[in-house]
């Protein structure tokens, strides 16, 4: 597992190599990952995992919020990732997850993964949707979505993967070593 292989150490030298200043802008943080040519979604996307990094919104992720972030992204619970994705998926930030919310995360999950799928994204939300969103107001509350990827072991698989940064420690371990 690369997680495991994958420590802090590392992290932290490259890290300091790609970022001198120790703050990491947008496009920095696009750099840093070599994420580039995205899709709008897989970029809004990116955009949004951004701000979620940023605690405390001043436009760049420092060390310390790096480290945060990584550290849940590794090490987390189940509980705290799915707060954390909770937060992140709610891009106007209203407190709950609208259906439109949700099929641009899955969209977006799906370009950036780029594996193949028996449902189209639609479909996919609007199933997970139905189920979860128990009291029906059409839109999720932390509770009914923490609850919701419990229960669903699909949609669990898929909130897994949207911050499963596996291919991506592949790429900065592959450039590394190349170097
Ligand atoms: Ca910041
Ligand atoms: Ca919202
Ligand atoms: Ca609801």
Redesign the pocket.
């Given at each position: 597992m690369i997680y495991k292989q994958w420590r802090f150490t590392t992290g932290t030298r490259s890290f300091m190599t790609e970022c001198p200043s120790g703050q990491l802008t947008l496009h920095e943080f696009k750099q840093f990952f070599g994420l580039r040519g995205l899709s709008g979604d897989a970029n809004s996307y990116i955009e949004q995992m951004f701000r979620t990094f940023?605690?405390?919104?001043?436009g760049?992720?420092?060390f310390m919020?790096y480290v945060a972030a990584l550290s849940l992204v590794l090490r987390g619970k189940i509980e705290q990732k799915l707060r954390w994705y909770f937060k992140l998926y709610d891009v106007d930030g209203n407190g709950c997850i609208d259906r439109h919310e949700l099929l641009n995360i899955i969209k977006a999950v799906r370009a950036i993964n780029g594996c193949d799928h028996d449902t189209t994204a639609e479909e996919f939300t609007n199933r997970v949707f139905d189920k979860i969103d128990v009291n029906g107001d059409g839109e999720l509350s932390l509770e009914e979505f923490v609850e919701g990827a419990r229960k669903d072991e699909e949609f669990m698989d898929v909130m897994m993967k949207s911050l499963d940064l596996t291919h991506i420690m592949t790429m900065i371990n592959n450039r590394r070593h190349s170097v």
């Open positions: 940023d605690m405390n919104k001043d760049y992720i420092d919020e």
